[in-house]
Each structure stands twice: as C-alpha cells, then as structure tokens.
C-alpha cells in the first residue's frame, strides 16, 4: 500500500480534530485512528506543523 501525501492545510485540520477529541476525552490512540494515523505520524506531524495556523 503507497504512501499518501497530505498538504500541510490537511494536516493543521487533522491536528486540529485530534485535538477536539482529546479535550472530549478520547484518548490519543483512539483519536489517531479516527482520523486514519498512527500515532508516530500524529506526534511527527504535531512536532513539525504544531504552530501553525491555517489562514
């Protein structure tokens, strides 16, 4: 199975919404495969696109 690249807008959106079901109460876990990722992926995308906002 390839790869499937995502622009750095759909990652901020994907961080974003693991951040919503954190605060709901889910954990990280649960929350990564909702949106289709592993956790690693999740924590590297987190640590490279964290601080950025979407305009």
């Known amino acids: 199975m390839g790869r499937k690249r995502r622009t750095a807008e759909e990652v901020i959106g994907r961080l974003r919404e693991v951040e919503v079901r954190l605060a709901k109460g889910e954990t990280i876990g649960i929350a990564c495969r909702a949106i289709g990722v592993t956790e690693q992926t999740y924590y590297r995308w987190r640590r490279e696109y964290g601080g950025l ?3």
Do not use: G, I
Request: avoid cysteine; hydrophobic fraction near 35%; aromatic fraction near 0%.
């Open 53 to 55: 906002k979407v305009d």
